[in-house]
């Protein structure tokens, strides 16, 4: 996504919209790194007894992959732990794993907003499927990223069920590449969204621990309106959907009155930003970190934090809502 000039100017308007826009949504919504080794000869089928090569964006993508394709698949991400998609460019290295794979899986909505076009464009290639797997989401329930009218809020592994509608999508992929395989693929994605769901329940059952007005949730940047959404939260991000732009000294102004006012505990840094911003700010209202959350990123595949391997969707869910309800009550 390029930045925009009214994007610019617009944010001087950000505490005003983004508060706005959560508390429209808010209210009960339900609804390993690996670096793959192989070096396939981009035949688009795994009947040769090799597995599937399939390339992942962001590691919530390969999570998806490896659940619905176990054993037949081998799973490459191109964005490890911490990495930031919002302003990843591909490296030569990125685009030989892309051209390798027989199957590309990314988020989409902009989310790659730097090398979605080139992802769009393999589509077709040979015989390579390059798929987004938000593409059959039901657009009526996205949010919209409120300084980019035109694009969708791209975070919505945040509010589990909008997730497991990503799941479909991953099981027609895999089984268009590898036919053979379509009724495993079929079998593991009714698992994965079993889980989702035991994950909901979860999420929602443990929320319930945190009293409605302290459900304030101040980060980096805007990733969590679906979370928000679904679960009760006031959130705040410092910078837009978006971490291409800096947060401005009028910005962090408003957000120190407004955790001030609020009687906020904590905010929260991220994983995949730089913490300075939210430190300074936390300083200044005087309020302590609550933890370090996952956004746009996962932790390292068996990273184990609080009993989560945060390497996992589910894990990393799970870190984040014990991480804020902890320090939030
Ligand atoms: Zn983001």
Same mark, same amino acid.
């Given at each position: 996504m390029?930045?925009?000039?009214?994007? /610019? !100017?617009?944010?001087?308007?950000?505490?005003?919209?983004?508060?706005?826009?959560? !508390?429209?949504?808010?209210?009960?919504?339900?609804?390993?790194?690996?670096?793959?080794?192989?070096?396939?000869?981009?035949?688009?089928?795994?009947?040769?007894?090799?597995?599937?090569?399939?390339?992942?964006? /962001?590691? !919530? /993508?390969?999570?998806?992959?490896?659940?619905?394709?176990?054993?037949?698949?081998?799973?490459?991400?191109? !964005?490890?732990?911490?990495?930031?998609?919002?302003?990843?460019?591909?490296?030569?290295?990125d685009?030989?794993?892309?051209r390798?794979?027989?199957?590309?899986?990314?988020?989409?909505?902009?989310? =790659?907003?730097?090398?979605?076009?080139?992802?769009?464009?393999?589509?077709?290639?040979?015989?390579?499927?390059?798929?987004?797997? %938000?593409?059959?989401?039901?657009?009526t329930?996205?949010?919209k990223?409120?300084?980019?009218?035109?694009?969708?809020?791209?975070?919505?592994? @945040?509010?589990?069920?909008?997730?497991?509608q990503?799941?479909?999508?991953?099981?027609e992929?895999?089984?268009?590449?590898?036919?053979?395989?379509?009724?495993?693929?079929?079998?593991?994605?009714?698992?994965?969204?079993?889980?989702?769901?035991?994950?909901?329940?979860? #999420? %929602?059952?443990?929320?319930?621990?945190?009293?409605?007005?302290?459900?304030?949730? #101040?980060?980096?940047?805007?990733?969590?309106?679906?979370?928000?959404?679904a679960?009760? @939260?006031?959130?705040?991000?410092?910078?837009?959907?978006? %971490?291409?732009?800096?947060?401005?000294?009028?910005?962090?102004?408003?957000?120190?009155?407004?955790?001030?006012?609020?009687? #906020?505990? $904590?905010?929260?840094?991220?994983?995949?930003?730089?913490?300075?911003?939210?430190?300074?700010?936390?300083?200044?209202?005087?309020?302590?970190?609550?933890?370090?959350?996952?956004?746009?990123?996962?932790?390292?595949?068996?990273?184990?934090?609080?009993?989560?391997?945060?390497?996992?969707? =589910?894990?990393?869910?799970?870190?984040? #809502?014990?991480?804020? /309800?902890? $320090?939030?009550?």
């Amino acid at each position: 996504m390029q930045m925009k000039n009214t994007q /610019v !100017m617009n944010r001087r308007n950000w505490l005003v919209a983004c508060v706005a826009a959560v !508390m429209l949504g808010c209210g009960g919504g339900i609804a390993p790194e690996g670096d793959g080794t192989g070096d396939g000869n981009g035949s688009a089928s795994a009947g040769d007894g090799g597995k599937l090569k399939v390339t992942a964006t /962001v590691n !919530m /993508v390969g999570d998806l992959v490896r659940q619905v394709g176990g054993e037949h698949v081998e799973v490459t991400e191109l !964005m490890g732990p911490g990495v930031d998609p919002h302003l990843y460019q591909a490296t030569q290295a990125d685009l030989s794993k892309l051209r390798k794979a027989d199957v590309i899986l990314y988020v989409g909505m902009h989310l =790659e907003g730097k090398i979605q076009d080139t992802l769009e464009k393999m589509n077709g290639q040979g015989r390579k499927h390059s798929v987004s797997v %938000t593409k059959d989401i039901d657009k009526t329930t996205l949010l919209k990223d409120p300084e980019a009218a035109e694009y969708p809020d791209p975070h919505i592994w @945040f509010e589990v069920p909008l997730w497991a509608q990503t799941v479909d999508v991953v099981v027609e992929t895999l089984s268009k590449a590898d036919p053979a395989n379509k009724a495993d693929y079929e079998k593991k994605g009714a698992a994965a969204k079993d889980k989702m769901t035991a994950l909901q329940t979860w #999420v %929602t059952d443990t929320i319930k621990n945190l009293p409605e007005e302290k459900r304030i949730l #101040v980060t980096s940047h805007d990733a969590y309106s679906y979370f928000g959404r679904a679960y009760g @939260f006031k959130v705040v991000g410092l910078q837009g959907i978006s %971490t291409v732009s800096e947060a401005g000294l009028a910005d962090r102004t408003k957000l120190v009155d407004f955790i001030k006012e609020q009687k #906020v505990k $904590a905010i929260f840094v991220e994983t995949s930003v730089s913490p300075e911003a939210i430190k300074a700010i936390a300083s200044d209202a005087g309020v302590v970190i609550g933890g370090e959350l996952f956004s746009d990123a996962m932790g390292k595949l068996g990273q184990i934090e609080h009993g989560n391997d945060v390497g996992t969707y =589910e894990g990393m869910i799970k870190h984040n #809502v014990s991480t804020i /309800v902890n $320090a939030l009550k």
